[in-house]
């Protein structure tokens, strides 16, 4: 199996550490660096042709850090590159975290591994998740088993047809548990674990590049870990669904988001206790809501009542993220 499972994940890092020129490499970066924030899916299983599955990518010095990777995913990044981020070329996108497994910040997963590949990528994707990634890389694999044997001429006669690279399409997964996963010249990425309802593993994540640090919440419902984190980073990009919409849904729907998800109050009291420079609001949930499908929900689900309510008790810059910006 072209998976490669590293547990646990200090023995993924030993291979990505050089410590000493990664110091000497952020003095040196971080003169002329800027780290750019590209929302490529700010949506939810909801399928909202204006707001991709969930996707976020870090861009560093050209290199693209993805964080999620949900319904578009590829085509997004292509968009992106279109507008400029060269990090964003769909050959180059080779590094992604992963915050849970629902299938709406995933369904990009076979996308992610199959698409740049064909295109041209040589080098296998990199991808750290929570306990389970490993087993869905290697599903999808088996899934388009035949795919990749004809596109790679593993099946007599087809090789001269389509030749594509023999490495391109492998996924090294790296499962991993809280802390700090990852580190290169441009970015130490650390794992931090959230509540988001029934699964064992969630996790938002920090980056701290040489120039911005940024939190991003995942799926969760409120958690201190977001406080802890952030704690006057530079931007936390936070899920949210609004009190208007809970009020209305049912009692089942209502226990449903007080344990998977963060309202606007409580994310206005997180906000105010971490301090961000910005604060982004993705993710905009409306569960319960969104399948009713009445215009009064959709009134209290809109972006102009989230708005208002986090602007009642949060102080701070913020924003309502759409797909496609850069910040
Ligand atoms: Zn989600
Ligand atoms: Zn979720």
């Known amino acids: 199996m072209s998976t490669k499972k590293r547990m646990p994940f200090a023995l993924g890092l030993t291979l990505l550490l050089p410590l000493v020129s990664h110091a000497i490499a952020q003095v040196q970066s971080a003169a ?13 299983p909801l399928p909202d042709p204006a707001r991709s599955g969930p996707c976020t990518a870090i861009v560093v010095n ?13 085509r997004q990044a292509a968009a992106a590159s279109k507008k400029g981020v060269r990090g964003l070329e769909p050959i180059n996108l080779r590094i992604a975290f992963l915050t849970h497994l629902h299938s709406d910040h995933t369904l990009g997963f076979p996308d992610l591994i199959l698409t740049p590949w064909v295109v041209g990528r040589k080098e296998p994707l990199e991808v750290y998740g929570p306990p389970g990634t490993s087993a869905m890389a290697e599903h999808i694999l088996k899934a388009y088993a035949d795919d990749i044997d004809i596109r790679t001429g593993t099946k007599i006669g087809t090789g001269d047809m389509e030749p594509s690279h023999t490495a391109g399409y492998r996924v090294n997964v790296h499962e991993i548990l809280p802390g700090v996963v990852y580190r290169d010249q441009n970015v130490t990425v650390t794992a931090f674990a959230v509540h988001h309802g029934k699964w064992a593993h969630a996790y938002g994540y920090r980056f701290e590049t040489p120039d911005r640090t940024i939190v991003i919440s995942g799926d969760t419902s409120p ?9 006057g980073c530079d931007v936390l990009i936070h899920e949210v669904y609004t009190q208007a919409s809970f009020d209305i849904v049912s009692s089942a729907w209502k226990q449903y988001r007080l344990a998977y998800h963060t309202s606007s109050k409580e994310l206005a009291g997180i906000a ?6 910005l604060l982004i609001l993705y993710h905009r949930a409306n569960p319960g809501c969104d ?21 009642q008790s949060y102080q701070g810059k913020v924003v309502s993220g759409h797909d496609l910006e850069i910040y």
Do not use: M, W
């Not at 105010?272 to 420079?277: C, D, E, H, S, V």
């Open 32 to 44: 002329n660096s800027k780290t750019q924030i590209v929302l490529l899916g700010t949506g939810t």
């Open 62 to 74: 050209g290199i693209a850090y993805l964080v999620d990777f949900g319904t578009g995913v590829v």
């Open 223 to 231: 958690d201190a870990a977001i406080v802890e984190n952030c704690h």
């Open 272 to 277: 105010t206790k971490a301090r961000p420079g």
């Open 291 to 311: 399948q009713v499908r009445t215009e009064e929900c959709r009134e209290a689900g809109s972006e102009e009542q989230l708005l208002k309510e986090i602007r």
